[in-house]
């Protein structure tokens, strides 16, 4: 079993930062994509940013510029730096990781339980 636990998220003004942080444990033998997610009250979950195993990134179009997803992979952990926060950003911010476990061949899909971000204007 694996777990995702994510951190730093919380209340803060438009054009401020967070950092968001995302540490998997478990029966881990390696790490492929990880991702970050976001869910907005009323609507779907997107697709924020992803990173491959070995560094290469990708941004959703409303915060390319912005954020800055990056991992360690010593640590198994996945982060996301928001600059520039705008209210649209408020939303609950899931990660992702796409997990090959000792035991197995077969890559395991986790995901976080969630953390709060809230953008004040």
């Known amino acids: 079993q694996v777990q995702l636990v994510e951190s730093g998220g919380g209340l803060v003004q438009a054009g401020g930062s967070l950092r968001l942080s995302c540490a998997a444990s478990?029966?881990?033998?390696?790490?492929?994509?990880m991702r970050w997610y976001r869910q907005a009250p009323g609507k779907q979950r997107e697709l924020v940013a992803a990173?491959?195993?070995?560094?290469?990134?990708n941004y959703a179009d409303s915060v390319k510029g912005r954020f800055t997803i990056s991992r360690d992979n010593a640590k198994n952990t996945v982060y996301l730096q928001m600059n520039s926060l705008k209210p649209e950003d408020t939303a609950v911010y899931y990660c992702?990781?796409?997990?090959?476990?000792?035991?197995?061949?077969?890559?395991?899909?986790?995901w976080g339980q969630g953390t709060q971000v809230t953008v004040s204007s």
């Open positions: 992702y990781a796409d997990v090959s476990p000792y035991n197995s061949p077969v890559l395991y899909n986790y």
């Open positions: 478990g029966n881990i033998r390696s790490i492929n994509g």
């Open positions: 990173i491959t195993s070995g560094g290469s990134t």
